[in-house]
């Protein structure tokens, strides 16, 4: 069974670092994009941008260009998103998502909560 | 860059009513690479529609997808209390992540 787990809720004040993560299990983590999308309270799906774990090539969306950094760790499965400064806009669920070999979404994390408030 | 259109922003409808959920894309969208997501409250998307009209599992038929090019329907026949939901279409396929349209709620009246 494909799953996405990923790292619990935060709450990190302005200017903080973090870095969540989505760890994948059931299926070969080498072998599918895994990717990021933002929603914001009460709003729609944003994509932030998505990694290629077999050989790390990585998109980021252009509204997300220098603002986080996305990575993985093929070893242990793990997709992972950070940021080196927050700011109270950052405020979001974010959710990590598998697309299939023709690139719609059929598996998605249960999502992690990041609260930016001083 | 692709944008999709989706329209109402909010349907309001009755259990046992129809829906009819539009998404209108501003170039066409090759081999029908367009999907249709469901989220309810506090729970994460799911996949209703991929390639257009094809369910994915699981999914009742009730639910079924149309449309080619630039314009694109998603219809639910009968609605039943569990699908009052906020809907996204999505572009896919031309780059690894595709493209969100901004969603459409589906509201007890």
């Known amino acids: 069974e494909v799953q996405l787990v990923q790292s619990g809720a935060e709450v990190k004040k302005p200017g903080e670092s973090l870095k969540i993560s989505c760890k994948g299990s059931?299926?070969?983590?080498?072998?599918?994009?895994i990717g990021w999308v933002r929603q914001m309270p009460g709003k729609g799906l944003e994509w932030m941008g998505i990694?290629?774990?077999?050989?790390?090539?990585?998109r980021y969306s252009p509204s997300f260009q220098g603002q986080v950094t996305i990575s993985a760790d093929k070893s242990i499965s793990t997709a992972y998103m950070q940021w080196s400064s927050l700011k109270a806009s950052d405020t979001a669920m974010y959710y990590c998502?598998?697309?299939?070999?023709?690139?719609?979404?059929?598996?998605w994390g249960q999502g992690t909560l990041v609260t930016v408030s001083s | 860059e692709i944008v999709l259109t989706q329209s109402p922003g909010t349907l309001s409808l009755s259990p046992g009513e129809r829906a009819t959920l539009s998404c209108r894309a501003s170039?066409?969208?090759?081999?029908?690479?367009l999907a249709w997501y469901q989220q309810k409250p506090g729970q994460a998307p799911r996949l209703l529609i991929y390639?257009?009209?094809s369910r994915a599992t699981g999914i009742p038929d009730r639910f079924s997808g149309s449309g080619s090019g630039t314009d694109f329907t998603l219809t639910i026949s009968r609605l039943e209390p569990e699908d009052f939901a906020v809907y996204y279409c999505?572009?896919?396929?031309?780059?690894?992540?595709?493209?969100f349209g901004q969603g459409t709620k589906v509201e007890i009246k």
């Open positions: 990694i290629y774990p077999g050989d790390s090539d990585t």
């Open positions: 998502a598998r697309p299939d070999s023709s690139g719609v979404v059929d598996y």
């Open positions: 390639g257009a009209s």
């Open positions: 999505q572009r896919y396929g031309s780059s690894p992540q595709g493209t």
């Open positions: 059931g299926y070969s983590f080498t072998s599918y994009w």
């Open positions: 170039q066409s969208v090759s081999s029908s690479y």
